[in-house]
């Protein structure tokens, strides 16, 4: 959006007092910010986007108001809006504004060089009416021309200015997000977008700024159109490798810049500006403004000063911790839930040693490479030399490694991007107090004094100490109530085994000698959980959230505007797929009932056809000596006076019938 200064507010240097105003930026389209990881700046007034007549009214009311062009077709028009409303009221300025754009150096890219013969001489201020822009902006550079234009009509009431901004870096990240984002998750190698051989006019956010605020004091200013870069003139793939030098593994590899698209890792926009290539040079800004310059030099020469705003901005603080405590005491298991809940390195000897060696030959195994660098090649041939070292000593030890090596492992683990951009948790080690000192008592540039004038490594040594403590038999309880696959995986519960290191560990910790207070002298102050304790059903979660009331709230990357909106996609679609198995699960269920029910009845019909059956054959079983006596003593003489009936028809058929069967009735036998 714009931000606007006025009358009233923070005092300056010079005594002067401003007040700073300004839109919301609601133009987030897609996952390739993190601007909501800025909120608004306390001090700042909000001014409402809701009509163009209350926002002519704020311009109206400040003295400087500035636009940002370069991020988005939506300010582009917004800053077309404020600059034309101001000049259609130019009339009803009662003192003098001036307004400010901030454009990029998109508008000098395809922009022949002065000398043919010397293509490498930079550009400046003197050769922008030939500027020719980018195929993508030349909205912008029409927008460029409007705004210095318009600022000629009544000078003594409306002065305007274009400032050419080089990529912008410094406090956070913009443009550079992206390749800072992936050193800092320890990426094996950073991609140039193409070649990485075209030249990128820098800037730092704060030189930018102060060039601005020299803009709105001065009043001797001639140029309406200015240049705001650094001395840096780099490449793109310059400065890639200076941000994985400071932040990373310090390899680089070329890639195919239409893949950064493709992969949704950065926009079209980003693209355009980090594949420029522009060699250009601020006059102005170095003979007519009084810079209290931040980073004159370029962005590479002063990386460690980006890397540490950038921690800073984003709140990218290492979370260093280390657990100490006797064996199964849970040191592992709370390492690695706190690793996973932190979303930083879970750090133990083992896996320390793995890694490192396998890092050893894996360099080893390159030797004769022909794509190998001389510098690498050297590297290969010294990790050859100390991979026979370390065998040796394996041979010698009994496979056991010296105290050297395994320092020296830590040590590099430590070092590694992983740990130094996210932080660890340490797993048992030190064990000794004289470990910690060969560790982390290093007399380097790193070491650092505090208030006792001890050095230590501040950039290796742990942040936070927690202790856990328990009594013996709670141990050996404890281990003894373990499942078996959990005994096997940890050999060293064996009864024996463990025993053994639970004596080795009493006996360097004791209340004199401890590597804890190698720490505690160092400011360091341990946390002390007492494990040895009834928790009730959750054994590990009370415990836990003493371990994070001392460690403090993860300090990692959160999420941002668009890994929110990929998130709540995926869980969007995992819940309608969850609902559609459920949907299937009920039909599948109410076939089932149907399939039963049908069963059901068609079970209960052919049990009452059978029932029915078996009635009529136990009827006509019951009956058949009643029938049988009717046929043979009743129907034939019945049957004949019937049929006799018929015959004469009487007038009384009842008294002829009984009258019949009386004269006929057969007699009975003897």
């Not at 601005?212 to 490449?235: C, F, P």
């Not at 420029?276 to 990386?303: C, L, Q, R, T």
């Not at 040594?461 to 959990?486: C, G, H, T, W």
């Not at 085994?497 to 804890?516: G, I, P, S, W």
């Amino acid at each position: 959006g714009d931000e606007e200064e006025g009358g009233d507010g923070a005092s300056s240097a010079e005594g002067k007092k401003y007040v700073v105003a300004g839109t919301i930026w609601d133009d987030r389209p897609d996952v390739y910010d993190d601007r909501d990881t800025f909120p608004v700046p306390k001090n700042v007034a909000v001014v409402p986007k809701t009509s163009p007549e209350q926002l002519t009214k704020a311009w109206l009311q400040h003295d400087v108001i500035i636009y940002s062009i370069m991020d988005s077709e939506r300010q582009m028009r917004e800053a077309e809006e404020a600059i034309q409303a101001l000049h259609s009221n130019i009339d009803a300025i009662q003192k003098k504004i001036t307004f400010i754009c901030i454009s990029s150096c998109m508008s000098w890219t395809k922009t022949k060089p002065t000398d043919p013969e010397e293509p490498d001489t930079p550009l400046n201020e003197d050769d922008y009416r030939r500027r020719k822009p980018h195929a993508n902006y030349k909205e912008q550079t029409a927008l460029e021309k409007l705004v210095v234009k318009l600022g000629k009509t009544d000078k003594s009431k409306l002065s305007t200015f274009v400032v050419a901004a080089g990529l912008l870096y410094g406090r956070g990240e913009r443009v550079f997000h992206q390749l800072f984002k992936d050193a800092w998750h320890g990426a094996c190698e950073l991609t140039t977008l193409g070649s990485g051989n075209g030249r990128l006019p820098t800037i730092h956010i704060t030189d930018l700024c102060s060039l601005l605020r020299n803009l709105s004091e001065k009043a001797d200013i001639r140029l309406n159109y200015l240049v705001a870069v650094d001395d840096g003139q780099h490449t793109q793939k310059e400065i890639i490798k200076a941000i994985s030098d400071a932040m990373g593994t310090g390899k680089v590899e070329t890639g195919l810049k239409e893949l950064a698209v493709l992969s949704r890792l950065m926009s079209q926009l980003d693209l355009d500006h980090l594949t420029m290539n522009v060699s250009i040079e601020s006059v102005a800004m170095k003979e007519a403004m009084n810079i209290d310059w931040v980073a004159e030099s370029g962005m590479i020469e002063n990386i460690e000063l980006v890397v540490k705003e950038f921690r800073d901005a984003r709140k990218l603080i290492p979370v260093r911790v280390t657990l100490f405590g006797p064996p199964g005491a849970g040191k592992s298991t709370f390492a690695e839930k706190l690793s996973k809940e932190y979303d930083v390195p879970h750090l133990h000897m083992a896996q320390v040693i793995e890694e490192n060696m396998r890092a050893l030959r894996k360099s080893v195994a390159r030797i004769g490479q022909e794509d190998l660098e001389e510098e690498e090649e050297t590297q290969a041939q010294d990790d050859k030399a100390m991979l026979g070292e370390i065998e040796e000593v394996l041979e010698e030890n009994g496979g056991r490694y010296s105290e050297e090596h395994l320092l020296m492992f830590w040590r590099k683990t430590l070092t590694g991007p992983a740990c130094r951009n996210q932080g660890f948790i340490m797993d048992g080690f030190c064990k000794t107090t004289d470990q910690a000192k060969a560790l982390y008592d290093q007399e380097e540039e790193d070491a650092e004094e505090d208030e006792d004038g001890i050095g230590v490594n501040k950039k290796l040594i742990p942040d936070v100490v927690i202790v856990l403590e328990a009594s013996n038999d709670f141990l050996k309880d404890r281990v003894m109530e373990m499942p078996e696959q959990e005994v096997v995986k940890r050999s060293h519960y064996t009864e024996e085994k463990f025993t053994a290191k639970l004596e080795e560990y009493r006996a360097q910790n004791t209340d004199d000698v401890t590597v804890v207070n190698y720490f505690d002298e160092r400011e360091i102050h341990p946390t002390t959980i007492n494990v040895d304790v009834e928790t009730g059903q959750d054994t590990f979660e009370p415990f836990l959230e003493k371990m994070r009331k001392a460690i403090g709230p993860p300090r990692n990357y959160g999420e941002n505007a668009g890994s929110r909106r990929t998130r709540l996609k995926r869980e969007k679609a995992a819940e309608e797929k969850r609902a559609q198995r459920e949907e299937e699960e009920r039909q599948r269920q109410v076939q089932a009932d149907l399939r039963e029910v049908r069963d059901a009845q068609a079970q209960w019909s052919r049990k009452y056809h059978e029932l029915k059956l078996q009635e009529e054959e136990a009827l006509v079983e019951r009956t058949a000596p009643m029938r049988d006596y009717l046929v043979k003593h009743v129907m034939p003489t019945l049957t004949a006076g019937l049929t006799e009936c018929m015959k004469i028809r009487p007038e009384d058929p009842v008294d002829f019938l009984a009258e019949f069967l009386f004269k006929h009735n057969p007699e009975p036998d003897e």
